[in-house]
Each structure stands twice: as structure tokens, then as C-alpha cells.
């Protein structure tokens, strides 16, 4: 990748390893890097659908945020920015998407020593092992994510976990709609298992 596009990524807090090793193929990381290699290529017209879907989905992400990627490359508003960034609803959570790296995010939720219940409807394949983040405090908040991201059809052969972890595990707030809380990376909990079948069903009744 060119200089400006991996800082641009790096500022922004794209998982830069996994979008080159696991997320783009080869012919997808030659056109992003072709299109956006400096400041002025940002402002113009590099969205396209032609070369995959997943490149499809991070061109449309960064097209959509052209000005707040700009105010983090200048330093500006970085917490709250890179909160809007993570929560962006160019972003949905139906299909494999690229990922942030969350250690770069600063701890903008104050902890009160409590323990916390918290509901995750989990991408397929997801186990205890390979848990994400981004957690509801409430199964509305489970319905609402589910709408948003026309999951309803798909959801009976996804994993749906409930979890109970120290909030000094949140590392901030995210869609208040949706009742998340995303987590610190690496994440420790006291208690893990699967939805039981009548809050299941709660989620898209």
C-alpha cells in the first residue's frame, strides 16, 4: 500500500494486517491503491462496484466519510470521530466486513464496578474463542441491530450469546438505538452461553 492510504487507514483505525492479509484479494488492494494515493485523490469519484464485494463496501465506507476522515488525519474530534466511524451506518453487520482495530480507541466509558449482562448475536462460526466486541445491554437492542441490518431471515443459523463481564470491560458506547457497548480488545468475562430459545424468539417476534 501507498504511504497515504496506510496512514489514512491507520488514522482512521482500519485493521490494516487483516484488510491485507484476509479481507481484500490481491487485484483489490491494486485498485484502492491506484485510486487513493493522496489527499486531493480523497475528494474525487473513486466508488465503485466492480471489483468486489468487500472492496464495494470499504470504498462506499471511506466515500461516506470523506469529512471526518479528513478531521482525524488533521487531529480533530478524534474520540468522538472514530466513535462515529465504528458506529457508521454505511456499515452492516449482515455480512463479513473489514475491522477497526480497537486498540487504538481511547476508553471513553467510565466504569462503576458492576457487573454487567450483555447479548451478542455472533457472525457464523463465532465461539468463546473468536468473540466480537460489540455487545447489546438489552434484546430490544438485539431487534433493533437485527432490523437495521435485515438479518431476520438469516438469524436462526446464527450463534446468539448473553454474557455477564465487569464494565470495567467497556471500552465505549455505541449506537444508542441498538443498547451497544463495545468492548476492550482481548476481553475477559465471568460467565458465557447461548441464548435460550424463548429470548431467541424475542429478537424478530
Known sequence: MNEYLTTLLNTICIDVEHLKNEYLSSKELTYIDKVLASERDLEEDFYTNKHGERLESLLF???????????????????????????????????????????????????????????????????????????????????????????????KSKPIFVMEIEDSQVLFKGKSLEHELVLKPGFTHNRLEMLDRQRRNQICS
Not at 78 to 92: F, V
Request: hydrophobic share 30%.
Open 61 to 155: 465506507f471511506l466515500n461516506a466519510h470523506k469529512e471526518d476522515i479528513n478531521d482525524l488525519m488533521r487531529d480533530q474530534g478524534r474520540t468522538e470521530t472514530q466513535i462515529k466511524l465504528y458506529t457508521s451506518g454505511s456499515i452492516s453487520g449482515n455480512y463479513d466486513c473489514f475491522r477497526f482495530d480497537l486498540s487504538k480507541f481511547q476508553q471513553s466509558y467510565t466504569p462503576i464496578n458492576q457487573v454487567l449482562t450483555l447479548y451478542r448475536i455472533g457472525r457464523d462460526g463465532e465461539s468463546e474463542g473468536n468473540l466480537g466486541c460489540s455487545w447489546a445491554k438489552k434484546i430490544k437492542g438485539l431487534r433493533a441491530f437485527c432490523y437495521s441490518s435485515s438479518m431476520c431471515s438469516t438469524l
